[in-house]
């Protein structure tokens, strides 16, 4: 079997990456409310969703929280907006910093993105990946710790030399700033939106997720593609299929994602080898979504572990095949 060295690879993260690498909630903890309210005006929102989850909960014991987003954006508009504005917010809060007595997310080429312990370890994790080996990266991931740990240089959403809404570099000098050009090679496809997307515009930082008006798809069983986001999807689908080999970090398979796993499933028929990292991994739902690949799998490393590294030579501590 030709090594991951020789041939295109692919890299898809989900919730679990973000966890691992910056402890940002997993579905299941999306709803501990540790988030900071920067006015009144947040804290009546977050009072409110508390209450509803509270009521929910007690109406669903054992429920889950993609059950309840799922009803909530189903559900009234006040509902609807309120929950996706939460959901937001709380992946936004860890990277909002203060700035001349005012709040700001992190940019994508802050200098201060580098304090961030998460962002650091985000980034000595993809280090270990070269432009020229990887077909592109996909996640289903809303928060922006994949862009803070390449830089514009280091990536773009499929379309080479993209102008960016918002700060360059120095956030302290907003009237020098012009749009942020992409010159990373590098494709990232965002299956689920992102904190930085709105109807309009990328931007260079998290403002979306903070007003709450992101370009976003809350979890919840999806059968189709959704339209608005149709480009990233076609997106990840030539990244998928440009791969032989799929490093896959943090992804849960859950079975209501049926659109995404149909997708892998097609997009990556062609696929050699699929090395699932993961606490829990889902080996046999990876048997089953590329049944002619040779399934791998392994603990998410200790910081700073050359995965990458010992996938190409297969000797990959405590892996095993499926």
Known sequence: MPSPEAEPIGLLVGAGFSKWAA?????AELFDFNVKPHNQRDAKKLRFIADLKRSWDEQNPGGLSEQFVSDATRSSRPERESVTWYITRRLSDPFIGTMLGGTQTL???????????????????????STTMMSGAVTTNYDLLIEYAL??????YGVPKQEFKGRGKNPW???????????GT???????????????????????????????????????PPRTLR???????????????????????NPYDEAVLDLLATAGS???????????PKTAL????????????????????????????????????A
């Open 173 to 183: 000098f907003p009237w020098q700033g012009t749009p942020v050009t992409m010159t």
């Open 270 to 280: 062609n696929l050699r080898t699929v090395l699932l990292v993961d606490t829990s």
């Open 231 to 253: 480009s990233t999807w076609k997106l990840a689908e030539s990244i998928l299929a440009d791969c032989r080999h799929l490093l896959i970090f943090g992804f849960a398979f």
């Open 186 to 224: 590098l494709r990232l496809a965002k299956l689920h939106g992102s904190l930085s997307w709105d109807d309009k515009h990328c931007y260079t930082d998290g403002r979306c997720g903070v007003r709450g008006d992101a370009l976003v798809l809350p979890p919840g069983p999806e059968k189709a």
């Open 23 to 27: 402890d940002l909630p997993l579905a």
């Open 151 to 156: 830089g514009t240089g280091g990536f773009n």
């Open 286 to 321: 990876g048997r089953r979504l590329w049944p002619r690949a040779s399934i791998l799998d392994c603990q998410p490393p200790p910081e700073g572990q050359p995965v990458i590294e010992a996938w190409k030579n297969h000797r990959i501590p405590h892996a095993r095949r």
């Open 107 to 129: 940019m994508i080429d802050d200098r201060r993105k580098l304090r961030h312990e998460g962002i650091r370890t985000a980034q000595g994790f993809l280090a270990q990946f």
